[in-house]
């Protein structure tokens, strides 16, 4: 019999999945002193070995870069003779303790280049604090870039290779710019990919920037990402508001760099730094009611886990995989990621069942039928499923040879109504 349960789902955190994993994190609380942070620097010798060190942050050559600032235990300055870095804003920002600090009217970056180039499904997430207001000068973005030879960015004006960047911040150098939002930058090598209407300035190229529609410039911490979440198209994330753009297909990303000008009239802070595949942490959600139909199943769904995949459309690679506890009765509320999707769902003795092209925030519950029978967990019922039924036949709860994921219809005793399930989805294979 087909009894519809709709299901009270508590969400348990991000879990990796085989294909979306953080590749590098840095919340700046670790760092103990500025000398700490800029240890891999050599501005004396450019080919020196501590360059190629990478997964850690260096600066360009002419230090102070962007400054540590510690606003709980504020840094003492001048340190030693010499020292170039700047006693801190007595305002300074952080989320935490510490963050990285660019002073208005500064020239400098700091650069993080990855072990490994990643390919489609890379992205940057960081946090920013604008310490100026709507229309005022400035110039500060973070870039998330491409070096076809895969060598480090090592000082102002050395590109080593570089075929590709993509920016977002504040870019008010441009012609166009509007001082009271933020801006994109798509890839600079080839502005062909570029229509007129975004990133055509200047006829493309480098300093060629598009006003990011929906966000508006404030005082104030912002969450942002760079996403290269299709082969073919970049996806810049602010403050919940997504803004796509066509991109090369034929790249990647190697480096990371956060960067302004000297015309920067306001400060800016930076924090939370996060590089991975998958869908990056400011990408926008929606809570998604689910009513969920476990086909013969009468028992208690809290026993029975849910796994969902979140996938692009027409995609089986899973972006983010969440496991999900069920409770008896009641609602279902999962955070999914706005946008269009294929939702992939699978209980723990069930086939699995793809909804395809699903728009977030959905309008009402979503409705998800699952066929039992499949014990082993390989998305078909077959044979192997039988074995494991026959060996737990007659077994009650709490048993011995009890086996809970023969137990398709959920009334903790392995009878001839398991059997009949099984018997009824034999030789099913569900959804890739």
């Known amino acids: 019999m087909h009894i519809a349960i709709v299901l009270l789902v508590s969400i348990i955190l991000l879990i990796n999945s085989a294909f979306a994993q953080v590749v590098f994190s840095d919340n700046f609380e670790g760092y103990q002193g500025q000398q700490q942070f800029e240890q891999y620097d050599n501005p004396n010798d450019l080919f020196d070995a501590v360059w190629l060190t990478r997964n850690v942050w260096h600066g360009q050559i002419a230090p102070p870069n962007l400054q540590l600032v510690n606003i709980v ?120 990919y570029y229509p007129p209407d975004s990133f055509a300035s200047q006829g493309g190229g480098a300093t060629t920037w598009a006003n990011f529609v929906g966000t508006t410039r404030s005082a104030g911490w912002h969450h942002a990402a760079i996403w290269l979440w299709k082969p073919n198209q970049v996806l810049f994330i602010l403050d919940g508001a997504t803004k796509t753009e066509p ?86 509320q999962i955070a999914l990621p706005i946008g269009t999707w294929d939702l992939a769902f699978k209980a723990d003795r069930s086939l699995r069942r793809v909804l395809r092209r699903v728009n977030v925030p959905a309008s009402g519950t979503l409705n998800v039928s699952l066929l039992g029978g499949d014990a082993d967990g390989d998305n078909e019922v077959t044979l192997f499923d039988f074995g494991r039924l026959v060996a737990a036949f007659g077994a009650f709860r709490g048993d011995a040879n009890y086996d809970p994921s023969v137990d398709f219809d959920g009334d903790e005793e392995i009878s001839l109504f398991d059997f009949g399930v099984l018997v009824r989805n034999f030789g099913l294979i569900g959804d890739e």
């Open 247 to 332: 991109r090369n297909p034929a790249y990647g990303a190697t480096t990371v760099r956060i960067r302004g000008l000297a015309s920067n009239a306001a400060d800016f802070y930076f924090d939370d730094v996060t590089i991975g595949t998958g869908i990056p942490p400011a990408m926008p959600r929606s809570n998604t009611g689910c009513a969920v139909t476990l086909n013969d199943f009468v028992g208690d769904y809290s026993l029975v886990a849910l796994e969902v995949e979140i996938r692009q459309p027409d995609d089986t690679q899973s972006l983010e995989t969440r496991t999900v506890s069920l409770s008896q009765g009641g609602s279902a």
């Open 73 to 192: 235990n504020p840094y003492v300055h001048p340190a030693y003779p010499g020292d170039p870095y700047l006693p801190q804003p007595s305002d300074a920002k952080a989320r935490g303790s510490q963050s990285l600090w660019l002073k208005a009217g500064a020239h400098r970056a700091n650069f993080l280049n990855l072990s490994a180039p990643l390919g489609v499904g890379a992205y940057v997430d960081w946090w920013f604090y604008d310490t100026g207001s709507a229309g005022k000068q400035a110039n500060a973005w973070v870039e998330l870039l491409y070096y076809s030879t895969g060598l480090l960015d090592v000082g102002a004006g050395v590109t080593t290779g570089q075929v590709t960047s993509f920016s977002l911040g504040a870019a008010s150098f441009d012609p166009k710019a509007n001082l009271s939002t933020y801006q994109v930058r798509g890839d600079s090598s080839d502005p062909a």
